[in-house]
Nanobody, 118 residues
Framework: VQLVESGGGLVQPGGSLRLSCAAS????????MRWYRQAPGKERELVAGITSAGGSTNYADSVKGRFTISRDNAKNTVYLQMNSLKPEDTAVYYC????????????WGQGTQVTVSS
């Protein structure tokens, strides 16, 4: 099983980035997908989630209206479009896959750094 994030980097405040998470080794279309982030000295927090078929999404209040989560089950990939980035969005962003049915397994990617700074 692998979750490989990409698309992170350094961006100025107000800029945009699109993160991708490519999945392999499991039936991607059956899993809820989420993006989490962890800033230095802080706990990991949920950023956004999307159901297995993509019909429902949820977001942290801090990113609503700026971030959009989406998925392409044909490509086994989940995305996070991040607009109007702020310095407080600086963190390592992690992709997570959760099976909503037995055996309720879940997987994590290695993370990708996002730095918002002028």
């Amino acid at each position: 099983v692998q979750l490989v994030e990409s698309g992170g980097g350094l961006v100025q405040p107000g800029g945009s980035l699109r993160l991708s998470c490519a999945a392999s080794g499991f039936t991607f279309s059956r899993y809820i997908m989420r993006w989490y982030r962890q800033a230095p000295g802080k706990e990991r927090e949920l950023v956004a989630g999307i159901t297995s078929a993509g019909g429902s999404t949820n977001y942290a209040d801090s990113v609503k209206g700026r971030f959009t989560i989406s998925r392409d089950n044909a490509k086994n990939t989940v995305y996070l479009q991040m607009n109007s980035l702020k310095p407080e969005d600086t963190a390592v962003y992690y992709c997570n896959a959760e099976n909503p049915r037995p055996p309720w397994d879940d997987y994590w990617g290695q993370g990708t750094q996002v730095t918002v700074s002028s």
